[in-house]
């Protein structure tokens, strides 16, 4: 069964500190695996893609990495905003016939003052 | 570029009544959109995929009946939601790939959303 999950849950964080999200995969044939940011009561917004050959890559103050062999990904968010504040979400993408999108849960992260 | 919108933003309506809600692709052609529903807390999950000029593909569970999806332009794409109840009650988004951008990313832009409340 096709199926990402995320940790932590949720996450609390003072401005201007690092953290690492994380997002285990099962999502086969495999295409590419996705970083969205969704603020509340909006639309998600795409931060990075990656393809299985692709182990990192950045956006601004967003990097995604991506190991093809564990099925893991993670996503590192340098110097918080009061801005990054919401929910981030990971999403494999299947390849083939079958390119629907598998949404995780969602990490809410919280950047306090 | 890649701008999806949502009309409305919010709608709130009474029972048994339908409901509107548009997608459009406003700088480029969407020969695919898709219609995601998101409860509070919860992930996106996808309704239907729609494709100009064809009937709409639904997701396993989802009324066709309820949920009626119409795409009759490459920028537009509409849901209804018709004779809706309270547990119609929901954020739908919708999503459009562009016709001429093909990678091995196959790129999805997402709208807004709608928040749709049903008294």
């Known amino acids: 069964k096709n199926q990402v999950e995320q940790s932590p849950q949720s996450l609390i964080i003072l401005e201007g500190k690092n953290c690492t999200l994380q997002?285990?995969?099962?999502?086969?044939?495999?295409?590419?695996l996705r970083w969205y940011k969704q603020d509340t009561g909006r639309g998600p917004v795409s931060l990075t893609i990656?393809?299985?050959?692709?182990n990192t890559k950045s956006n601004g103050r967003y990097t995604a990495t991506l190991d093809a062999d564990t099925k893991q990904s993670s996503l590192h968010i340098t110097a918080s905003q009061l801005s990054d504040s919401a929910s981030y979400i990971c999403?494999?993408?299947?390849?083939?016939?079958?390119?629907?999108?598998?949404f995780g849960t969602g990490t809410l992260l919280a950047v306090q003052p | 570029g890649a701008v999806v919108s949502q009309h409305p933003s919010r709608v709130i309506c009474k029972s048994g009544t339908s409901v509107k809600i548009e997608c459009r692709s406003l700088?480029?052609?969407?020969?695919?959109m898709f219609w995601y529903r998101q409860f509070p807390k919860k992930s996106l999950m996808l309704m239907a995929t729609?494709?100009?000029?064809?009937?709409?593909?639904?997701e396993q569970g989802v009324e066709k009946d309820k949920f009626l999806i119409n795409h009759a332009s490459l920028t537009l794409s509409t849901l209804t939601v018709t004779s809706a109840h309270p547990e119609d009650s929901s954020f739908y988004i919708c999503?459009?790939?562009?016709?001429?951008?093909?990678?091995?990313?196959?790129?999805?832009?997402f709208g807004p959303g709608t928040r749709l409340t049903v008294l």
């Open positions: 997002c285990n995969y099962t999502v086969s044939p495999f295409s590419n």
């Open positions: 999403v494999g993408q299947g390849g083939g016939a079958t390119n629907k999108l598998i």
């Open positions: 999503s459009a790939r562009d016709r001429a951008y093909w990678s091995s990313y196959n790129e999805q832009f």
């Open positions: 990656m393809t299985f050959s692709e």
């Open positions: 700088d480029f052609q969407a020969t695919t």
């Open positions: 729609s494709n100009e000029g064809s009937k709409a593909t639904y």
